[in-house]
């Protein structure tokens, strides 16, 4: 087992871990509190404060747009081009770390969706959705995908600057997304907040599994 990266680290992987487990225990709350004991106010709160003081017609085009970054047909176009650009640069431990962040994600988001059956909610701002509202598929997915183009970027050799810059905008369009979701009310925000709490957990695990077995660096 190849443990050198994590020697003089230990400060960032110990704050790594306990964001896991912040992460996990969010999410075992919400599960808890709002699907099981189907505890709503919070999340009735936060619709009826979008409506109030957020939603506009300008703002409604922007968040179709945002939430189409993660949208089935974009994810089918996007995750097999994205691996196809690192086989041709024969970048093969990032082909995989990337299939196997968004085939476990997708396998995960199914289980879980299954096992708890929460109905979306019923008054959608535009359209409804078919399947299941936990966790949000949008958000986890997302949470996954352009969090995995984060930490590529962060291994690369960019200059840092731009490193940090590119980060910030893809770890800022993932939050888009799932705030997208919540305004356009076809997930509650508890759904929204346990996706970001299991695509983080999930890509955490995957990040640490990958550093351990097969550096991509």
């Known amino acids: 087992m190849n443990f050198n990266y994590f020697k003089n680290r230990s400060a960032k992987l110990i704050l790594s871990i306990l964001f896991l487990v912040a992460a996990i225990f969010v999410f075992a709350a919400i599960t808890d509190e709002v699907v099981l004991e189907k505890e709503q106010y919070a999340d009735l709160w936060v619709f009826q404060f979008f409506k109030t003081h957020i939603i506009r017609n300008r703002l409604t085009d922007l968040m179709v747009m945002v939430t189409g970054f993660c949208s089935p047909v974009f994810i089918k176009i996007a995750y097999p081009f994205i691996m196809a650009v690192f086989l041709v640069f024969r970048m093969y431990k990032r082909a995989l770390f990337l299939f196997l962040a968004g085939a476990g994600g997708l396998i995960l988001i199914y289980c879980v969706k299954m096992f708890f059956q929460r109905p979306r909610p019923l008054y959608p701002l535009l359209y409804k959705e078919s399947g299941y509202s936990f966790p949000s598929g949008h958000a986890t997915f997302g949470f996954i995908l352009y969090g995995s183009l984060a930490y590529?970027?962060?291994?690369?050799?960019?200059?840092?600057?731009?490193?940090?810059?590119?980060?910030?905008?893809?770890?800022?369009?993932?939050?888009?997304?799932?705030?997208?979701?919540?305004?356009?009310?076809?997930?509650?925000?508890?759904?929204?907040?346990?996706?970001?709490?299991?695509?983080?957990?999930?890509?955490?695990?995957?990040?640490?599994?990958?550093?351990?077995?097969?550096?991509?660096?």
């Open 152 to 217: 590529f970027v962060w291994l690369s050799q960019l200059p840092k600057m731009v490193k940090l810059l590119m980060m910030t905008f893809l770890m800022l369009l993932s939050l888009s997304i799932g705030v997208s979701r919540i305004y356009l009310m076809v997930h509650y925000p508890s759904d929204v907040l346990a996706g970001f709490c299991l695509g983080y957990s999930w890509l955490f695990l995957l990040i640490f599994y990958f550093r351990i077995k097969y550096p991509l660096n």
